[in-house]
């Protein structure tokens, strides 16, 4: 698993911009295996089955094995491999993205054709975010409810993330820290609680911020 990488917001959304009376829209969605990608390239296909283009690209894997581009129609290499090179330029990963054109009446030359459809895909994924994956380690602290309000509010001053505290018996508070930072967190929350916690090592997830 990959410490950190760049990917597009999970539930993705689709951004249209008008070239030269053509309507450009990018649909932009996040996919961590080739038939999720080509799932989604159908679905959008169903839904604008009457555009002139649904044109796709979609880069896979922690190491970008898996890289595609389709011009459904323009002319060679006028669109889907742009669309691609804005996704590796952006270094994205585990991204698909399609761009439907319904032609407004002007043709706009290999050249155009290039840029529209490089510019559809960069607007939409500034449109729709783009979010930093990193690694993280899930500590939980036990500690008494007298050690609450201390407790949250350092950890929500400090640099770990608060994932979730839970109201139990004793209460339970999560934290995201990074696998090379245990030992570190270990002796910060100890000395913060006097000793009074009990830490212990949970799931290995992903947090993600916006970029």
């Not at 990488?5 to 996040?30: C, D, M, P, Q, W």
């Not at 006028?78 to 407004?104: C, H, I, Q, S, W």
């Not at 490089?118 to 449109?127: D, F, I, M, Q, T």
């Amino acid at each position: 698993m990959l410490q950190k990488y760049l990917t597009v917001k999970e539930e993705g959304g689709e951004h249209e911009i008008n070239i030269e009376r053509s309507r450009f829209i990018a649909h932009i969605k996040r996919a961590e295996t080739e038939e999720e990608a080509q799932d989604f390239i159908q679905q959008i296909k169903k839904e604008h089955w009457s555009a002139n283009h649904n044109c796709s690209a979609y880069i896979i894997g922690e190491h970008n094995l898996i890289q595609k581009a389709n011009d459904d129609g323009e002319p060679s290499g006028t669109a889907g491999v742009p669309m691609l090179e804005v996704l590796k330029k952006r270094d994205l990963k585990d991204t698909v993205v399609v761009a439907t054109r319904y032609f407004g009446g002007i043709k706009l030359g290999a050249g155009g054709l290039i840029r529209a459809y490089g510019k559809s895909v960069s607007e939409g994924l500034n449109a729709i975010g783009v979010v930093e994956r990193t690694l993280m380690r899930v500590m939980k602290t036990k500690i008494d409810y007298t050690w609450l309000g201390k407790v949250e509010n350092e950890v929500r001053s400090s640099k770990y993330p608060l994932k979730e505290i839970h109201y139990l018996d004793t209460v339970e508070v999560e934290t995201y820290v990074e696998e090379d930072k245990k030992e570190e967190f270990v002796e910060w929350m100890t000395e913060l609680t006097n000793g009074n916690c009990r830490i212990s090592e949970e799931i290995v997830t992903y947090l993600e911020t916006d970029k």
